[in-house]
């Protein structure tokens, strides 16, 4: 994919789901979403979701990410899997329904971690979509892991190993605030936005970032943008914006001026 002006979009769990109700899809800004990214023409495309309300919960009660310690955690495994998949179609079916190709690709049967990080990923059936002229969809899913059994496995580090591998151009992160901030913009009045870094600003910044309020079995906010360091260190152009804004993802997808945090290599 490398030269083809490859896009990787993360749209965030707390973008696609109202994250404090369990299984439920904020269904109105997926619906919307589909349709700014049909209408920005981007490709190629790959995108990315986090969970949520639908696989958080369910892998915190059954320790997913503790990994396997007993056989009672094989139907949470599944149905954390399961969960992820019914997601996962409501937002494929938004975007067939903007007539866009977009094609439902399991992380789970694509890709083995090693102590929760990926360790292997099979590129084979991503390359011949992509050939095809395919979109695939992609999601944060519980994976088999060399070392733990099983674990869970973060759309945010998909996002980072599909981006540095394939080469892509760019990274567009959508999340539900309008990027990274000096403090959590969500408890601190003070806190003000951040609208460009370099790497090395970046992993100076995690320090003082704050900590998602609700269940994330994958890691807070720090967490998240930990994963954009390899990617952003390897060339990649990052931009952090509020997905829950009209037009936001548009704007981003088209290369237009839009607020939020750029991270460029300095």
Known sequence: MRGKSLTVLKLGGSVITVKDKTLTPNNSAIR????????????????????????????????ITEGFKDENQMVGFSKTHNAMVKLNMLIVEALLEEGLPAFSMAPSSLLVTRSGRIQHIYRDPLEQAFKLGFMPVL??????????????????????????ELGAERIIVGVDVDGLYTADPKIN??????????????????????????????????????????PAMNGVNILIVNALKPNYIYSALRGEEVIGTRIIRG
């Open 32 to 63: 919307r979403l589909a349709k700014e990214i049909a209408n920005s023409g981007c490709s190629p495309l790959i995108i990315v979701h986090g969970g949520g309300s639908f696989g958080h919960p369910i892998a915190a009660e059954y320790r």
């Open 139 to 164: 999601y944060g899913d519980v994976v088999f892991d060399y070392n733990m059994g099983f674990t869970v496995l973060s759309g945010d580090q998909i996002l980072s190993k599909l981006a540095t």
């Open 189 to 230: 009045p003070e806190a003000q936005l951040i609208t460009c870094l370099t790497p090395n600003e970046l992993v100076n910044l995690i320090d003082k970032i704050g900590g998602s309020k609700s269940v994330d079995v994958t890691g807070s906010m720090m967490g998240k943008i930990r994963e954009l360091i390899v």
